[in-house]
């Protein structure tokens, strides 16, 4: 978690449905995510916390997750974009286009991704740095090898994490203003 010492961001125009704040692990999805939902007043959702406890055992030995153990958890993640009686912002890496169509699918309105995209070294380096975390640093290179770009796809943004937080809510805001 980064210290809540931030000069709080403006959030210019809302955009009006749910976000999924993406990208592999260590990418800082959780620590924009939260920025996000508190600039914009909307719930945070952590999507670490819908993973079955199997998910979570295999990562935390450092077993890659199969399509077939993501697909409960991303239904988990649909549904609750679906029921939700509001806009949430939600972090969920969404590495492949078919996990991100799934999304879609579950949202009501429209739904945004932010896209947190870095170096393996810097990414390496964070995740590293983190305390109290299951995922493994040994895990970041299949996530590398299995994100899909989503550069190009509907109301998406992808931003550099190799600069400060706040710059990255910045522009995260930014681009979701002009949505
Ligand atoms: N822009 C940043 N600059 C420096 N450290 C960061 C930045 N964003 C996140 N971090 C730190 O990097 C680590 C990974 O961030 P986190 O939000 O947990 O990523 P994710 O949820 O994608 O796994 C955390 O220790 C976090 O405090
Ligand atoms: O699809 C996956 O392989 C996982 O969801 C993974 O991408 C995710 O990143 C982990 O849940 C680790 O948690 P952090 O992303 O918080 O490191």
Not at 38 to 66: Q, V
Not at 117 to 123: F, I, T
């Amino acid at each position: 978690m980064i210290e809540n010492r931030h000069r709080p961001s403006r959030p210019g125009r809302r955009f009006p449905g749910s976000i999924v704040v993406m990208g592999v692990s260590g990418s800082g999805k959780s620590s924009v995510g939260e920025r996000i939902a508190e600039a914009y007043g909307y719930p945070f959702i952590e999507g670490d916390a819908l993973h079955p406890p199997e998910n979570i055992r295999k990562m935390s030995e450092g077993i890659p997750l199969t399509d077939h153990d993501r697909w409960p958890w991303l239904e988990a993640i649909g549904r609750l974009l679906a029921e939700s009686p509001g806009p949430v912002v939600v972090a969920c890496s969404a590495l492949k286009l078919s996990y991100r169509e799934k999304l879609r699918e579950g949202a009501p309105k429209r739904l945004a991704f932010v896209h947190l995209h870095g170096a393996e070294a810097v990414l390496a380096e964070r995740m590293q740095h983190r305390t109290g975390h299951f995922m493994p640093t040994s895990l970041l290179k299949t996530q590398l090898a299995t994100l899909e770009d989503p550069t190009g796809e509907a109301n998406t943004v992808t931003i550099n994490i190799d600069q400060p937080l706040d710059a990255i809510v910045e522009e995260a805001l930014a681009a979701l203003g002009k949505m």
